[in-house]
């Protein structure tokens, strides 16, 4: 019976998670993200909103049969924007942690990579609190980065910026000594624009899960579960059929997963 039960009710949220997203599908649907976190969203040259974000909120979109449109919006406000309406979902490479989840819902991870420190090149530092204590260290504020500074890097003397892009130029002026962020967004600095050559990681890669959370999601209003079905089922489907992979490709020779 207890048996019977239980396939009866995984046959029922099945159904429900089925019709969560036929309910959800045909909907105009504005996705919310920065435009200024290469290789994830940022303008073109002729200022189009593209990026691996992008491109995954389009595929996702169409799977879900969405009509979407992007609204761009600085990372500081970028909660506050989806809780005032101003979008729908936000898809910008948002890592799901607790602390975000009091204020909005997230649908599973599309990726997961773990933040790491870069400095000059031959500068051999000690990435612990203690062998970085007095040294000046920049993160884009409001962000995993900068909350995991704050929370042990007290001795340090600690740089916030709006963007990534900003932090990025104090350390090549050397106004910093390190900057922390998400790896792949210091690997694409690094690997293809001038400035990042002056710089290399340094220290281990860092992915504790009460700072950084189980990777980066969808995040939606609380109490529109169809929305987040549909998105969640979205991602399961081009994660099947290679659409994902094709999108990676386009991007990264590795596996962002």
Known sequence: MK?????????????????????AAGKKVRIGTEGAYPPFNFYDSDKNLVGFDVDIAKALCERAGFECTFVA???????PGLLAKKYDAIIASMSITEE??????????????PARFIASKGNKLDTSPAGMKGK??????STTHSSYLEDNYGGSNLKFYATQDEAN????SGRL?????????????????????????VGATI????????GAGIAIRKGEGDLKAAFDKAIKEIRADGTYKK???????????
């Not at 999108?247 to 997963?257: A, G, S």
């Open 3 to 23: 048996k019977l039960f239980a396939i009866a009710a995984a046959a029922a949220i099945s159904i429900g998670l089925a019709t969560a997203g036929a309910d």
């Open 73 to 79: 919006q600085d990372w500081d406000g970028i909660i």
């Open 100 to 113: 975000r989840k009091k204020r909005v819902d997230f649908t599973g991870k599309y990726y997961n990579t």
């Open 136 to 141: 000046n260290i920049g993160a884009q504020r």
């Open 169 to 172: 130029l104090d350390l090549v």
């Open 177 to 201: 000594d390190a900057i922390l962020a998400d790896s792949i967004v210091l690997w694409e600095w690094m690997e293809k624009t001038d400035d990042g050559k002056c710089c290399e990681f």
């Open 207 to 214: 992915n504790d899960v009460k700072w950084f959370g189980e």
């Open 247 to 257: 999108i990676n490709d386009k991007y990264f020779p590795f596996d962002v997963y």
